[in-house]
Nanobody, 122 residues
């Protein structure tokens, strides 16, 4: 089971980015898929990764962190092999390493990608 993120980069405030996460090796579609982020220095301050968005393929339910609500869209495409996070109107506070994660069964996210860096400058 593997997750590989791509699509990060450097943009100016107000710009957009499309992050993608390629799923491979899963015997069935995970129960939950999500995008998390870790801002620079936050791990050293003891802050855990922040869940940006989550998607439940079983019923299509989606949830978003309040800070990205209305600016982000999570979707699962390409026959369930690619998780997408479209982010618009990016802000400097969106700067972080973004991680894709999967919870194969209900509960904890147990499979993680290596991350893709998003940097937003004014």
């Amino acid at each position: 089971e593997q997750l590989v993120e791509s699509g990060g980069g450097s943009v100016q405030t107000g710009g957009s980015l499309k992050l993608t996460c390629l799923l491979s090796g899963f015997k069935k579609t995970p129960f939950t898929l999500g995008w998390f982020r870790q801002a620079p220095g936050s791990e050293a301050r003891g802050k855990e990764r922040e869940r940006v968005a989550a998607f439940w393929p079983g019923d299509g339910e989606k949830s978003y962190h309040g800070s990205v609500s209305g600016r982000a869209t999570i979707s699962l495409v390409n026959a369930g092999t690619t998780l997408v996070l479209q982010m618009n109107d990016l802000r400097t506070e969106d700067t972080a390493m973004y991680y894709c994660a999967a919870a194969v069964l209900p509960g904890r996210f147990t499979v993680w990608g290596r991350g893709t860096q998003v940097t937003v400058s004014s």
